[in-house]
């Protein structure tokens, strides 16, 4: 940005001296979403008040942005992090000891208990992790470069709408560097819809109670679909004659109907209700663990759109409850495929209605079920292996 325009976007701030290491075009750029902030009716004080003082963007918000260990880790890696034996136990000490209020929870928005431990221990090591960056530096820093700028405009704006309603203080205003805050890490959207004054002080305290953010947490996952008659999912193991097409979310069918196709529970145990509806999923390929997963897996998805988020908040809300850990071995993940290779794979599958989740160059679930998809299309034999081989035939317009 020219000096000149610098000076002009300078001067729609209040005065004061900037300091010496500011960034003239990030302070210029938060000029910028003035107007989108204006016409959702916050004031210019307000405006003026949250970036004060926010001169240059975060190099820890920017490194960790690229860097989330859900969506750059295989679903084994992280699920070897997120479900430690640590967390189990101290998961475990607090059921105990808050068993009434975590009824209290589960009696009125019909979310089962666990998984509310799960969440909490994955997103802030049950309130001892909670976050300390600037939630308005973290949204600015976003919104002003890498690959989440729409996501951090949203948020900004109701960051500044809480602001405004006096919901907390600028200087507590602290969260990630994705703008999580509190116990179980809310963004600002979903504090607006879904936080909750459990304890009746007028407060929707996230940061420092519990309680309100464990009700919260309870009422958005009741909010995203949540249902107590059926839970997250279950590993399965799949007959050897079994329609590998079926694999994915385009194939939701009842319990009861995958049983008849020959599906069993890896624990050998039953299922507890055959009208549930399920779609199999293969989050590390065919060859790795397999799950059963309901609508409720779904809603943890909504929570934190990853799968091996998801399936670790479900597994360690297993493990809490008292189950043991996954049955079939983890594969050692070994393709022929280079990084650039990984993409182009994605982007092809994508541009011919194979949907991949993305195309980021990792492979999780959506992966798998985009290749084993257009195997069936192409007639290749369904391993759901990404190869050079696969992406050639991509690209040989078979």
Do not use: C
């Amino acid at each position: 940005m020219k000096r000149r325009q610098f000076v002009a976007a300078l001067a729609l701030l209040p005065l004061a001296a900037m300091p010496a290491h500011a960034d003239e075009n990030f302070v210029a750029f938060i000029q910028t979403l003035w107007p989108g902030a204006k016409a959702a009716g916050i004031t210019r004080k307000t405006f003026d008040r949250a970036f004060a003082g926010v001169t240059e963007p975060d190099p820890v918000a920017l490194k960790l942005a690229n860097n989330q260990p859900e969506l750059t880790a295989t679903t084994s890696a992280y699920l070897s992090k997120a479900v430690t034996q640590a967390r189990i136990d101290a998961a475990k000490e607090m059921k105990a000891s808050m068993g009434d209020k975590l009824k209290a929870f589960e009696d009125r928005y019909q979310v089962d208990r666990h998984i509310l431990l799960a969440i909490w221990g994955m997103e802030s090591n049950f309130g001892k992790d909670k976050g300390s960056m600037s939630v308005m530096r973290s949204l600015a820093t976003l919104a002003y470069s890498g690959n989440r700028k729409d996501y951090a405009r949203e948020q900004i704006i109701a960051a500044l709408k809480m602001l405004q309603m006096g919901v907390i203080s600028l200087e507590n205003f602290t969260g990630s560097w994705a703008g999580a805050m509190g116990h179980t890490q809310f963004i600002p959207t979903s504090y607006l819809a879904s936080a909750v004054d459990w304890t009746g002080d007028g407060k929707k305290d996230i940061w420092n109670s519990s309680s309100d953010a464990l009700a919260s947490t309870a009422n958005y996952l009741a909010k995203a679909g949540w249902k107590s008659d059926r839970p997250w999912g279950w590993e399965i193991k799949l007959p050897k004659d079994f329609d590998r097409s079926l694999i994915g979310r385009d194939h939701w069918k009842k319990v009861g109907e995958w049983v008849r196709l020959g599906i069993v529970r890896a624990d050998g145990n039953k299922f507890p209700n055959p009208n549930v509806d399920a779609f199999v999923m293969v989050p590390q390929g065919v060859s790795g663990p397999r799950f059963l997963v309901t609508q409720n897996f779904l809603a943890i998805m909504d929570y934190n759109f990853s799968h091996s988020y998801a399936l670790a908040v479900g597994h360690l809300a297993d493990r809490i409850r008292g189950g043991g850990p996954f049955l079939a071995s983890w594969p050692e993940i070994s393709y022929d495929l280079s990084a650039k290779q990984r993409v182009e794979l994605q982007k092809r599958l994508n541009a011919k209605g194979f949907d991949t989740g993305g195309d980021d160059g990792r492979f999780g679930a959506r992966t798998y079920e985009a290749i084993i998809a257009y195997q069936k299309r192409a007639g290749l034999p369904l391993d759901g292996v990404p190869s050079v081989a696969l992406l050639e035939r991509l690209k040989s317009g078979g």
